[in-house]
């Protein structure tokens, strides 16, 4: 159990449809990164917050959106979804104090758009 | 910009059989290295990392890397794989700025 929470672990909607994703981090932890990770493919990072503030952003589309909130949980939002959103979502935090910037992973929301 | 590179997308070996994958990086100033693994079906979790000190980095299950400045290579090394390896392999690295990059990944198929 690395300790970052994500919710729902699955989802099955439609495309157009629209879906908010959960994560929190761990105790302790100020920094959320979001990726996403499709079918054979690797690890695409998509934001990060550090204490409520966005502090890097990658390959997200305008259709996504991410907002930390002030007690660190952090939600990532789906909009107008197509097929080529389905994808495995997931959320890590980094150690605030100590560690050396590695990232703990949490179970990861496996997003169907059908 | 700071890049990782992943030389092999799949590897397939044979049980005991030596495992490197090869993994550089761009970025000009410091950095931590890391090595991920991510099995069938769960979240990546770290194998090992290098932030400083000796080069050669032993992490769980056997794995090592060496950090090699003069190349910018971080390379993974196991002198005996086993069928429990199959996996997912990552490597990323993490500036001051606090920004991480990863591979697009190996997979590594061990045969039984």
């Known amino acids: 159990d690395s300790g970052v929470t994500q919710t729902p672990k699955h989802l099955i909607t439609a495309t157009g449809q629209r879906v908010t994703l959960r994560c929190s981090p761990r105790s302790g932890d100020l920094s959320v990164y979001w990726y996403q990770q499709s079918l054979d493919q690797g690890l695409q990072f998509l934001i990060q917050y550090y204490n409520g503030e966005e502090r890097a952003k990658g390959n997200i589309l305008e259709r996504f959106s991410a907002q930390q909130f002030p007690d660190l949980h952090s939600e990532l939002n789906l909009s107008s979804l197509e097929l080529g959103d389905s994808a495995l979502y997931f959320c890590a935090s980094r150690p605030t104090v100590g560690g050396t910037g590695e990232l703990f992973f949490g179970e990861g929301s496996r997003l169907t758009v059908l | 910009a700071q890049s990782v590179s992943q030389h092999n997308h799949h590897v397939i070996l044979s049980e005991a059989a030596s495992l490197e994958l090869g993994c550089n990086y761009s970025?000009?100033?410091?950095?931590?290295l890391f090595w991920y693994v991510q099995y069938p079906g769960q979240h990546p979790q770290l194998l090992l990392k290098y932030f400083s000190g000796d080069p050669l980095v032993k992490g769980i299950k056997g794995f090592e890397a060496e950090f090699i400045k003069s190349k910018f290579s971080f390379n993974l090394r196991k002198p005996s794989v086993q069928w429990s390896d199959t996996a997912e392999y990552f490597c990323a690295l993490n500036t001051n700025a606090g920004k991480s990059t990863f591979g697009d990944g190996t997979t590594l198929t061990v045969k039984p």
């Open positions: 970025y000009g100033g410091t950095v931590n």
